[in-house]
Nanobody
């Protein structure tokens, strides 16, 4: 069974940190670009960060640049999103996805995880 499973979400105070994981099963991640996306209530899903399958190139949304870091460990078949200096506006359900193109656009991704909730609040 093909699966992407996100974990690591939770409640954190403003200024805090979380590390999200995206574990793949039933297939290998190494041939795919990986993206992290988020969706807040009443808003469209937006791209946060993405990383290439080949050279580790990464793109970030302006809203998270300098605070979030995307990485991948192909040996563990897992991707990560390190989130620092979290703000209340980062509150959302976070999803990982795989695709063939390196992009922050949702339409380029073809298989999605179920998401993990991140809440930034004091």
């Amino acid at each position: 069974q093909l699966q992407l499973v996100e974990s690591g979400g939770g409640l954190v105070q403003p200024g805090g940190s979380l590390r999200l994981s995206c574990a793949a099963s039933g297939f290998t991640l190494d041939v795919y670009a990986i993206g992290w996306f988020r969706q807040a209530p009443g808003k469209e899903r937006e791209g946060v960060a993405c990383i290439s399958s080949s050279d580790g190139s990464a793109y970030y949304a302006d809203s998270v640049k300098g605070r979030f870091t995307i990485s991948r460990d192909n040996k563990k078949n897992t991707a990560y999103l390190e989130m620092n200096s979290l703000k209340p506006e980062d509150t959302a359900v976070y999803y990982c996805a795989i695709g063939d193109s390196l992009s922050l656009g949702t339409r380029f991704y073809k298989f999605w995880g179920q998401g993990t909730q991140v809440t930034v609040s004091s």
